[in-house]
């Protein structure tokens, strides 16, 4: 008797909605960890050709962890396109001033590239305080601190 492989279905797939707090965690573990929820690598059902992950909101993003010197030596590149367009940030001032931009570089740069990854993007919602705006959602709390 031969064992049939499940393929998930998008329509099939059950999502539930996760609340993460970054207060103290690593940024490329904290990314690593989300993107895995994204994707649905967590769930038994993972079908690499479908959105299979959950929803995640992160809050307190502006309380992530940069270890070693990351904080001055880590720099973020945007280029405009025009000579003398290029715009360097260090971690640092990304971390103070826009840390909801800095978690969510994180998480894009580990999920796959395409439609798909942008459909799972879409399901990532990041805030710098504690306040959220997905509490009708009853966010289930996902400890990734261990």
């Not at 994204?38 to 038994?44: D, F, Q, R, Y």
């Not at 909801?100 to 570089?105: C, F, T, Y």
Request: hydrophobic fraction near 35%; aromatic fraction near 8%; include cysteine.
């Amino acid at each position: 008797m031969q064992r049939q492989t499940t393929i998930a279905k998008a329509s099939e797939v059950k999502r539930n909605w996760y609340l993460v707090d970054a207060t103290g965690i690593p940024l490329g573990r904290l990314a690593s960890r989300i993107a895995m929820i994204l994707m649905g690598k967590n769930k038994a059902i993972y079908t690499p050709n479908c959105d299979c992950g959950d929803y995640v909101v992160v809050i307190n993003a502006s309380e992530v962890k940069l270890t070693g010197d990351a904080e001055h030596k880590k720099n973020y590149y945007n280029v405009s396109g025009y000579n003398g367009g290029l715009r360097t940030r260090s971690a640092g001032t990304m971390k103070r001033e826009f840390p909801v931009e800095m978690v969510e570089r994180a998480v894009w740069g580990m999920i796959p590239k395409g439609p798909l990854g942008r459909q799972m993007f879409k399901k990532l919602f990041v805030y710098a305080g504690k306040d959220h705006q997905q509490t009708a959602q009853q966010p289930v709390v996902l400890d990734l601190s261990k």
